[in-house]
């Protein structure tokens, strides 16, 4: 059976098929090659798996944005029975996995809270929580760049966003890890387990929050749907949940694979410090270049679209590569190469398109801006001082660990 990004087979299938590579235990750093293997082969290129894999940026824009195509939770797709029945799942449960009208209803209630506005009121908020973690490193000369900055940011501010306390927040970072980590699919009965302890704390956690919201009404963002009122308790776990699941290893690794990229580019680096306007070009571009979501799917809903012209059976995943539609040279001149002056960086379908294009994509923009410029302001010789260790997924790209050095100013 093969759904949204999980995939269960018989392994001797996995021979000589294109789509293979996005399913094998992680073994390569580097996916772009690999693409560009696919690509060479079409614009749709059939797997012998069953899936179609899309690398053609036209193609990929065109059917996220088709209302002939959807989204469906793995449970409806056949996926082993993972004992989770019954528990809200924030992935699966949330409006990610629902398709329109529902996805509307579910969406519309949050987004208010998500407007260029509410950013902009946010913004010297954020500024102070990614200083104070900055300050938090000063004395230092080596230090865990994604254990000790990057994945502490976008924690810091979801439970900012959830009213979740500081006391909270090294759970909320286990569970929003394991999370992330299931997007690629359960390895072992361990990791199935580990998933439903996840669901229950998880759960247990966020319905404590409410109630007290209940009891204690303020306009953060649990509070903001309650005062809605028209969502269940399921609607609200899975809600709460997903903006966890949703806004938090993203943007860690927006930041991770941001700080690569500008280490290995020191003029886009020393730009970054000196000349904040270039900021938000350059961020596009990281986001452009080493997407942390490296795919997504859809199936046609009633057997009734198409692709490039042709039908698409129901129920038949379509695997939308926009991380290769990043780099298609039809749309991106000279397109592996890091151009902080792209004047078309932003076109990037890092947040997808159409009707789930990402919620928090403002947010994760300045957050991102935000660190990355702050950080090597603070520490302008930082370089990379151990093993750079990656994540073991292919759907989330970034760094797990990144040993930095620095000469650290009192
Ligand atoms: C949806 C990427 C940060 C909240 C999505 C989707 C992508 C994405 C690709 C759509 C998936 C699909 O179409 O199948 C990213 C990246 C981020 C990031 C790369 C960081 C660099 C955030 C943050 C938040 C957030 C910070 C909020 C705190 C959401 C929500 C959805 C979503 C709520 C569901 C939208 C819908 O289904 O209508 N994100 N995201 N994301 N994202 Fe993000």
């Known amino acids: 059976a093969i759904a949204m990004g999980k995939v269960v087979l018989g392994w001797f299938r996995l021979l000589d098929d294109p789509g293979a590579m996005l399913i094998r235990p992680f073994q390569s750093i580097d996916p772009y090659p690999q693409y560009e293997r696919i690509r060479a082969?079409?614009?749709?290129?059939?797997?012998k798996l069953g899936?179609?894999?899309?690398?053609?940026?036209?193609?990929?824009?065109a059917v996220l944005r088709?209302?002939?195509?959807?989204?469906?939770?793995?449970?409806?797709?056949?996926q082993p029975d993972l004992g989770i029945d019954g528990m809200v799942h924030p992935l699966e449960d949330s409006f990610l996995f629902h398709n329109p009208p529902e996805h509307g209803r579910l969406r519309r209630?949050?987004?208010?809270?998500?407007?260029?506005?509410?950013?902009?009121?946010?913004?010297?908020?954020?500024?102070?929580?990614?200083?104070?973690?900055?300050?938090?490193?000063?004395?230092?000369e080596e230090f865990d760049l994604v254990g000790e900055f990057a994945?502490?940011?976008?924690?810091?501010?979801?439970?900012?966003?959830?009213?979740?306390?500081?006391?909270?927040?090294?759970?909320?970072?286990e569970w929003g890890t394991t999370l992330a980590a299931s997007i690629d699919g359960m390895g072992s009965i361990a990791q199935v387990r580990e998933l439903r302890t996840t669901l229950r704390e998880l759960n247990d956690f966020l319905a404590g929050m409410i109630a007290q919201h209940r009891a204690e009404p303020n306009d953060d963002v649990i509070g903001h749907m309650l005062a809605d009122g028209s969502l269940?308790?399921?609607?609200?776990?899975?809600?709460?949940?997903?903006?966890?699941?949703?806004?938090?290893?993203?943007?860690?690794?927006?930041?991770?694979?941001?700080?690569?990229t500008l280490l290995a580019n020191?003029?886009?680096?020393?730009?970054?410090?000196?000349?904040?306007?270039?900021?938000?070009?350059?961020?596009?571009?990281?986001?452009?270049?080493?997407?942390?979501?490296?795919?997504?799917?859809?199936?046609?809903?009633?057997?009734?679209?198409?692709?490039?012209?042709?039908?698409?059976?129901?129920?038949?995943?379509?695997?939308?590569?926009?991380?290769?539609?990043?780099?298609?040279?039809?749309?991106f001149e000279d397109p592996h190469r890091f151009n902080p002056d792209r004047p078309n960086a932003r076109e990037h379908l890092t947040f997808s398109s159409g009707v789930h294009y990402c919620l928090g994509a403002g947010l994760a923009r300045?957050?991102?801006?935000?660190?990355?410029?702050?950080?090597?302001?603070?520490?302008?010789?930082?370089?990379?001082?151990?093993?750079?260790?990656?994540?073991?997924?292919?759907?989330?790209?970034?760094?797990?660990?990144?040993?930095?050095?620095?000469?650290?100013?009192?």
């Open 151 to 173: 994945a502490r940011v976008p924690i810091k501010i979801i439970c900012d966003l959830l009213g979740v306390p500081d006391a909270e927040h090294r759970r909320m970072t």
């Open 41 to 47: 082969r079409g614009k749709v290129v059939p797997s």
């Open 109 to 140: 209630i949050v987004s208010p809270l998500f407007t260029p506005r509410a950013m902009h009121d946010r913004q010297a908020r954020i500024e102070a929580i990614v200083d104070g973690f900055l300050d938090q490193l000063a004395g230092r």
């Open 232 to 260: 269940t308790e399921r609607e609200l776990l899975a809600t709460s949940g997903l903006l966890l699941a949703a806004g938090f290893e993203t943007t860690v690794n927006l930041i991770g694979n941001g700080v690569l």
């Open 266 to 331: 020191p003029a886009a680096r020393q730009r970054i410090v000196d000349d904040p306007d270039a900021t938000d070009n350059i961020v596009e571009e990281i986001l452009r270049l080493d997407p942390p979501i490296q795919y997504t799917a859809r199936l046609s809903l009633d057997g009734k679209a198409k692709l490039a012209g042709r039908p698409v059976p129901a129920g038949k995943p379509v695997i939308l590569l926009t991380a290769a539609a990043n780099r298609d040279p039809a749309v």
């Open 51 to 61: 899936m179609l894999l899309v690398t053609d940026y036209e193609l990929c824009s």
């Open 66 to 78: 088709d209302p002939a195509y959807g989204v469906a939770p793995n449970r409806e797709l056949g």
């Open 366 to 410: 300045m957050e991102g801006g935000i660190a990355l410029r702050a950080l090597f302001r603070r520490f302008p010789d930082l370089r990379v001082g151990g093993t750079v260790q990656r994540r073991p997924s292919r759907v989330v790209r970034g760094p797990l660990r990144l040993p930095v050095r620095v000469t650290s100013r009192q």
